[in-house]
């Protein structure tokens, strides 16, 4: 039979102070409830303003994506139409070569050269006209994007001073 003596230990507790009986434990009881219930009022601020901030930038983002979307999509159109005129000017010279015998080649192709430059121009500066108004967008979005952030600080921290739990935190298991 194996020896179990010398695994068993015997340990003595050392006493706190003696507590006298009904001597404030009502009253530390009440405290550490009242410290409890502050504790979870202030955690459920705080998961409110993380659920704020969360909130808030996903709508940025989102908005910032569909901005990135419109001008990818018209600077995709302005520069197949760019495409489209290049196409049309090479058949334009083909076929002034063939119409227009008296005049030089060279004479046409410079008209038809300086016709393709300051379309091409006008098509740089609708692609920069775009990108333009798409960082005007974008800079809005930052903007309101931050002062909806600081509206949600400003919010917690007025809750944690009244000590007032939001409203709209989990309405569906009603805190």
Known sequence: MPDYSKALSIVEQAEDEPKEEGSGGSIERDAVLSRLATEKKLSLI???????????????????????????????????????????????????????????????????????????????????????????????????????MLRAEELATNHRATGLVPNKFLGCFGT
Not at 85 to 101: D, G, I, N, P, R
């Open 46 to 148: 705080k998961a409110w303003e993380d659920n704020e901030k969360t909130k808030t930038e996903n709508k940025a983002l989102k908005k910032l994506s569909a901005i990135a979307a419109w001008e990818n999509s018209r600077k995709a159109a302005v520069e197949a139409e760019l495409k489209r005129k290049e196409v049309c000017y090479s058949f334009t010279v083909v076929a002034s070569y063939q119409v227009m015998l008296n005049l030089s080649k060279l004479h046409v192709q410079e008209d038809l050269g300086k016709q393709k430059a300051e379309f091409t121009e006008k098509v740089k500066n609708k692609i920069v006209l775009l990108h333009k108004t798409a960082e005007e967008k974008r800079a809005i979005v930052a903007a309101r994007h931050g002062e909806e």
